[in-house]
């Protein structure tokens, strides 16, 4: 998935674009459990390596943990992959298979590709990818 915008302050784009990408993430988990696979457990884990976002990264998250009272939305701060590579946010994403096995699945966050590309700070990127062969492998 992929998600371009421009920088509306107060980290609005990123903030949205967070909810998002984790929101696409667990209705895709929750479609295939509803199709009768065994996905248990989905858990998003968020992290956020600029201090100052900490407040409005937990709200988000509380506003997602109503949407979706199945899953655990909780903060990963201790996460070194992706510093340097992601800026500020990203975010993990993963379930449970039937023999308990808890799978990595989704990895995103914000970049500054379309920054680096237009040479204007202000245009942000947000991706995240997830891995559909290792989902059916261990899903069906």
Known sequence: LTSAGRDIGSYGFELAELAEHVRFHLRLLAAWREAGHSVSNPRAAITCFDESRTTAVAQVMEVLRGEFPDAL???YPERESGRGYYKGLCLMIFATTASG??????????TDWTAKLLNNAKELFFISGFGAERFCSAFG
């Open 101 to 110: 096995e808890e799978i990595f699945l989704a990895d995103g966050g914000v």
């Open 73 to 75: 939305i909780d903060p």
